[in-house]
């Protein structure tokens, strides 16, 4: 069990040293250099070719660095301490809170001549307490995937969903009503549209539309009404929703022909695409006669890094050319991705239709994902309560535990 | 750094002229290095070790950090006076390794100690004078109903100035450190100032090239400043929150609300107790250790917690190990065929990335769609009772551990003598009574130390419960602690799970499990002594 660990640390010092290296040694300003940090895969490859175009618009010099996006936020932060910081970073909307509280990213001003062709719901994801922190360019949001084979029509609301569902399992067409995912320890992202559907919040928004850590919609009744019917819907109820399907198989069992449905994000088109399953985009169902189900829309962005060594530079990129239309257009022709933009949603709206279902149903009735630092304590608790009521617990305990074990996360 | 020593002592054994009694000559050969092969190999790594040395130095200096870069001085000075001074010999043999004990042992312990006196998180972060920078230039506003320019930066002399055209309007300005004034008679093309009187327009490259002083370049006017915004855009602002070193408070313009500095949370903090998001890094002395020793979730669940964390590595080291000695022994017959292959085939799994087997076994254990609930017919929630996720853990690290557990045993069997089971057998003893008085303590004695220091792998394996369990099964009233959740685990999810990550928090419960694997280790390693005596 116990690995040699120290070749381990003396690699990785050693890695550290050259790293230190490389920056002392690449310091030399006399040719202005730009540099941006990405998360790696494809929208990062994407977006490290067309930020060359920059580069050789303005006669400098553009270095992107592709870094796995789940250490993006924190190395940004880390290098931001030890002024190492790139110029612009490139990620998520939600990470907005985390970066101003650390200092780490300046307000821009949407002021570009392609600016009013952002969606408003971009823009407001990137809003933080009335400033704007970022250049939008992809939106993403979990949609619902049907198999046209067996259903052709998309269903209105949940209860047609799973009656459907409910009929292909009994005929023996497919094993699982709905590929749902919830995962051992429930996964609050992809359960919001049910949650929203049955009438609860996550976090209140003040008049000017700014999201209020101090109402949480979790402590309110319709949380508990909401997390009934999602328990009714559980392993103890009508089984539909269950913990054994979580993001990592609810894909597989779709392509597989074992689920007519499956819930999953626009990420997971490409792989669609190389299967053999016909399928058709819908937006999330909701009960009938209750409220919209609202997916979470996250916002892909740039922001100008606070401690760059080239803070012009930052703001023209991210302010002058990434909002640029001709730019998101390239951009999303390469990463294949949703995009902020309505002008390069009308551009791409006869050549990628998934694409456009997709950016409708968000439209539809999606809602900003939290970008407030608190959201980070709600995903964890809130994730154990779902899980624990999908597994047959009692709604009303186990939601008002979450919300304070929340509150008190908040509040210390 | 060790071959050179060795190398420099080698050579004084061969009868090299004895270094200088009066110790005071320093010098690549003053320890009596003689051979050109030992000269060269000193002289190669001294260069290097200057090299890193100097390549270390220059991003120290760069970001002013002279207590490091002190540090590094001193101990390069150190280093060349231990190998070209005759008199320190044991320092000689001893400075490497010591070094690497400071920089990969000794430091991070010390980090991890001093932060946990402080409340360094996410929002506490830098200084006070960083906080308040991040304070003012989020707030800076651009002034409604502004003119938002057309720049173009430009120079007058060496001094900057901005050359502004309202595209509204179609008048230019030329902004300087001292105010706003009209521009006469400036050319312009596509809605910007190519070329004016007396000043002279900068190119992008050039623009950023003086990248730090464009940046912070601000016009003065009656609503704000003019600030650049890239090369080509300018607009008016104004900062909403400002700072007073009077009262040490922030103040919004627009509000009126006051934030007084708070010394003790490292907070600006309102009438009320509201603190703004941005603090600063201050000394919080034991707040984070009483913290952790009163908190109500932590005192209900951390009984269970240390229980299942001490059965979990004592288990997981005391199966892998037993295992491991099975089939050790029974690969150690010489009689049995192909060995070499069985061998192999069992060392495998522990050649594999341990992150990626964790996953899937995960997977393995489904509920639905697992391969071990279809293989056995059953339709066990693995991971969603306490018993079975306890199980399905034990039995991964069994798969994963026992290997090495046979690779170290088997090592071991062939280093104990076979004269001394022999003569046993001569003596009438029978194959499971020698086993058991000769070879399983002589055993024990060689691989102690590798069970402590597995022991102790394993207390704080949070790979292990991260990726199988999560600690799920999770009870519905406590989302913070769950069945099959480790110290490190829980602790994890404390100071990383809220409101962003708390170092100062971690760094406290990381010395209280130090603290614990530390004494059983030294416990541990006293039992070991005592067991060499007896043998």
């Known amino acids: ?412 | 750094m060790a071959r050179s020593t060795a190398d420099v002592e080698t050579t004084r054994s061969a009868g090299a002229p004895p270094p200088s009694p009066s110790g005071k000559e320093v010098g690549l050969t003053a320890d009596g290095t003689g051979s050109p092969l030992g000269l060269l190999f000193k002289i190669l790594a001294l260069g290097l070790f200057a090299a890193v040395a100097v390549f270390a130095c220059i991003p120290l200096i760069r970001t002013e950090r002279w207590v490091w870069l002190a540090v590094v001085v001193v101990v390069t000075v150190i280093a060349f006076w231990v190998y070209l001074s005759p008199r320190p010999i044991p320092l000689k043999y001893l400075l490497p390794g010591t070094l690497l004990l400071l920089v990969f042992q000794v430091l991070p312990v010390v980090f991890t100690v001093s932060t946990a006196f402080t409340n360094f998180s996410d929002g506490h972060r830098g200084s006070q004078e960083e906080a308040i920078a991040a304070i003012e230039g989020a707030s800076l506003q651009r002034v409604p109903d502004s003119p938002v320019f057309s720049l173009s930066v430009a120079t007058q002399g060496s001094d900057l100035a901005f050359l502004l055209l309202d595209p509204d309007t179609g008048d230019t300005f030329v902004g300087t450190e001292d105010g706003l004034d009209e521009l006469q008679g400036a050319d312009e093309s596509d809605g910007t100032i190519t070329a004016a009187d007396g000043f002279t327009v900068l190119t992008t490259a050039e623009v950023a090239a003086r990248s730090e002083e464009v940046a912070t370049f601000t016009v003065p006017t009656d609503d704000g400043v003019i600030k650049s915004q890239g090369v080509s855009i300018a607009y008016v602002g104004a900062p909403q929150q400002t700072y007073d070193p009077a009262c040490d408070c922030i103040t919004d313009a627009v509000t009126g609300e006051v934030w007084t500095a708070d010394g003790d949370v490292g907070s600006f903090v309102d009438a009320d107790g509201n603190a703004l998001a941005q603090g600063w890094q201050v000394n919080v002395g034991l707040e984070n250790f009483s913290r952790v020793l009163t908190d109500p979730t932590i005192r209900a669940s951390f009984l269970r917690i240390i229980v299942w964390n001490f059965a979990f590595a004592i288990i997981t080291v005391v199966i892998t190990f037993a295992l491991g000695l099975l089939v050790a022994l029974a690969l150690n017959n010489s009689r049995l065929r192909g060995r070499t292959i069985y061998r192999s085939l069992i060392i495998l799994p522990y050649a594999m990335p341990v992150v990626a087997m964790y996953l899937v076994w995960r997977e393995m254990f489904n509920t639905d769609f697992g391969l071990i609930n279809r293989m056995l017919g059953t339709e066990i929630n693995w991971f969603g009772n306490t018993a079975s996720s306890m199980i399905a853990i034990l039995l991964v690290q069994l798969w994963l551990g026992y290997n090495y557990m046979f690779l170290v045993i088997t090592g071991a069997l062939q280093s104990i003598p076979a004269d001394l089971t022999e003569a046993a057998s001569v003596d009438g003893a029978k194959k499971f009574y020698s086993f058991r008085t000769i070879t399983f303590p002589l055993l024990l004695v060689a691989l102690a130390p590798l069970l402590i220091a597995s022991f102790a792998f394993n207390f704080n394996n949070f790979s292990a419960i991260y990726l199988l369990s999560e600690g799920a099964p999770f009870s519905p009233d406590n989302p913070a602690a769950g069945a099959t959740d480790i110290l490190i685990t829980y602790t994890y999810r404390l100071a990383f799970g809220g409101a962003g990550a708390d170092y100062g928090f971690a760094a406290a419960i990381s010395v209280f499990i130090f603290l614990i694997v530390g004494v059983i280790s030294v416990v541990g390693f006293r039992q070991t002594r005592a067991l060499e005596e007896v043998n």
């Open chain 1, 1 to 412: 069990m116990r690995r040699p660990g120290i070749v381990g640390s003396a690699l990785a010092g050693t890695a550290l040293l050259l790293s230190g290296c490389g920056s002392a040694s690449g310091g030399d300003q006399d040719a202005a250099q730009l540099l941006v940090w990405a998360g790696t895969g494809t929208g990062g490859d994407a977006l490290a070719e067309i930020a060359q175009g920059f580069g050789e618009e303005l006669g400098v010099d553009v270095k992107v660095e592709l870094v796995p996006g789940d250490q993006l936020q924190s190395s940004f932060v880390t290098a931001s301490q030890g002024n190492n910081a790139p110029d612009v970073v490139c990620g998520a909307h939600d990470w907005i809170g985390n970066l101003v509280q650390n200092g780490t990213i300046d307000p821009i001003q949407l002021v570009g001549p392609d600016a009013a062709q952002l969606q408003e719901l971009a823009v407001q994801a990137v809003t933080y307490n009335n400033q704007v922190y970022g250049m939008p360019f992809t939106m993403n949001s979990i949609v619902l995937y049907r198999n046209t084979d067996l259903v052709p029509e998309a269903p209105a609301t949940m209860e047609e969903l799973i009656a459907t569902g409910e009929q292909l399992v009994a005929a023996g067409q497919v094993t699982e009503v709905l590929a749902y995912p919830v995962g051992p320890t429930g996964n609050p992202y992809f359960i919001n549209p049910l949650y929203t559907a049955g009438g609860g919040y996550i976090f209140g928004t003040d008049a000017e539309g700014n999201f209020d850590p101090a109402d949480l919609g979790l402590s309110q009744p319709g949380a508990v009404e909401s997390y009934t019917r999602i328990g009714a819907l559980g392993e103890t109820g009508q089984n539909v929703l269950k913990r054994s399907i979580s993001g990592d198989n609810a894909l597989s069992l779709f392509s597989e022909g074992q689920s007519a449905f499956v819930v999953e994000g626009p990420w997971q088109l490409p792989n669609l695409a190389k299967g053999t399953i016909p399928y058709a985009i819908s937006p999330v169902p909701g009960y009938e006669g209750g409220p919209a189900a609202s997916p979470f829309i996250t916002v892909d962005a740039c922001y100008v890094a606070s401690k760059g060594e080239n803070k012009v530079l930052g703001q023209e990129f991210v302010t002058d050319f990434w909002g640029r239309t001709d730019v998101q257009l390239a951009y999303q022709e390469a990463a294949d991705s949703v995009p902020a933009s309505t002008a390069v949603l009308e551009e791409i709206s006869a050549t990628a239709p998934d694409i456009v279902a997709v950016a409708d149903a968000a439209a539809a009735s999606g809602q900003i994902m939290p970008s407030i630092p608190e959201m980070a304590a709600v995903w964890d608790p809130l994730g154990k309560a779902q899980a624990a009521i999908i597994a047959g617990a009692d709604p009303q305990t186990t939601i008002t535990q979450a919300a304070s074990t929340i509150e008190a996360a908040i509040g210390g």
